[in-house]
Structure formats: structure tokens, C-alpha cells
């Protein structure tokens, strides 16, 4: 038999945890779309597609989705990446 508490806050997680699924779902699609972006060579699509994926890792982080350092790593990356691409261009 479980507390009124716990199974309060089993709702509470399950509620938690569809949301945060939300914000890295679709960080994790941006970020895919902006690495399938450099990898084709088209400059103006890759940059914009690199922002759309900064500002939702950035968003991922702040509402502590995920780490910080982790949303920082990744758009390290992928600037990288970005930055590569704009020098062979």
C-alpha cells in the first residue's frame, strides 16, 4: 500500500518527465538538422538552422533538462562545425 504522498509524487514525475521529453526531443532534432545542414554545404541554411538549435539547447538548460556544460559541449560542436564549413566556402 503506497502513501498518498508517494503516489502524489509519482504523478508528479510522470508529468515532469513528458515535459522535459518534449525539450530534448526537439533540441535533439534541431541539432540533427543543423549537422545534416553543414554536412551538405549549404552555408545559409546550416547557420540558421545552428541557431534554431543553440536557442533550444540553451532552453533545454535552463529549464535543467539537461546540464549546462552538456548544452555548452554540444554547441561548441557544432559552431565548430559551422566555422569549418564558412572557411571551405
Do not use: C
Request: aromatic content about 2%; glycine content about 2%.
Amino acid at each position: 500500500m503506497a502513501l498518498k504522498s508517494s503516489k502524489k509524487r509519482i504523478r508528479q514525475n510522470e508529468k515532469r518527465r513528458e515535459r522535459n521529453r518534449r525539450y530534448l526531443s526537439s533540441s535533439r532534432t534541431l541539432v540533427k538538422k543543423a549537422k545534416i545542414a553543414i554536412a551538405d554545404g549549404n552555408l545559409e541554411q546550416a547557420k540558421e538552422a545552428t541557431i534554431l538549435a543553440t536557442q533550444s539547447l540553451d532552453k533545454a538548460a535552463a529549464k535543467g533538462v539537461i546540464h549546462k556544460n552538456n548544452a555548452s559541449r554540444r554547441k561548441s560542436r557544432l559552431m565548430k562545425s559551422l566555422v569549418a564549413l564558412e572557411k571551405a566556402a
